[in-house]
């Protein structure tokens, strides 16, 4: 082969690597976006699901006459003030549930989670919100959020923050 022909041949090689190089970086590009999508998708369905479970405490908040329509969550509760008050705690548990969710998902940038826990470390300490998160009535968590909660009160409990 002449010289030019090598050179040519060369030129195919090379541009065929090119193209197959920059097809393989679309595919993992797009998958990279796909998963990115599943996972807004994730946090969206769980903020949902949170928002309407919220819903439903907001009512029994306006209306403590409807948390007696389950018994088992008003054992202790005697008065429609300390209802509120359980419920209004559980509303602001569910708002930082959908935070703590949603920086664990990588849609939160750290910044705005710390401004969170920071916060929920100073409401962990009212006496109607140690009231609630002792308290054994059902409460609908993520599992890993509650055993997060949890640790958070007693580590302010075994500092002596909270009584």
Not at 28 to 53: D, P
Not at 61 to 81: F, G, I, M, N, W
Request: aromatic share 12%.
């Amino acid at each position: 082969m002449p010289p030019s022909d090598t050179i040519l041949e060369w030129l195919k090689v090379a541009l065929q690597f090119i193209t197959s190089t920059i097809f393989a970086f679309g595919l993992v590009y797009t998958g990279l976006q796909f998963r990115h999508w599943r996972r807004a998708a994730y946090v969206s369905n769980f903020t949902k699901l949170v928002e309407l479970q919220m819903q439903l405490r907001r009512m029994r908040v306006e209306d403590p006459s409807l948390a007696r329509v389950y018994k088992h969550d008003v054992v202790d509760l005697q008065t429609d003030q300390e209802i509120r008050e359980h419920f209004m705690n559980l509303m602001q548990l569910s708002i930082f549930e959908i935070v703590w969710f949603s920086h664990r998902m990588r849609q939160l940038p750290d910044d705005y989670y710390k401004s969170w826990v920071d916060r929920m470390k100073i409401i962990e300490q009212e006496e109607s919100f140690q009231k609630m998160i002792d308290d054994k009535k059902m409460k609908i968590l993520h599992d890993e959020f509650q055993r997060y909660v949890r640790d958070m009160t007693a580590q302010a409990v075994a500092a002596g923050k909270v009584t």
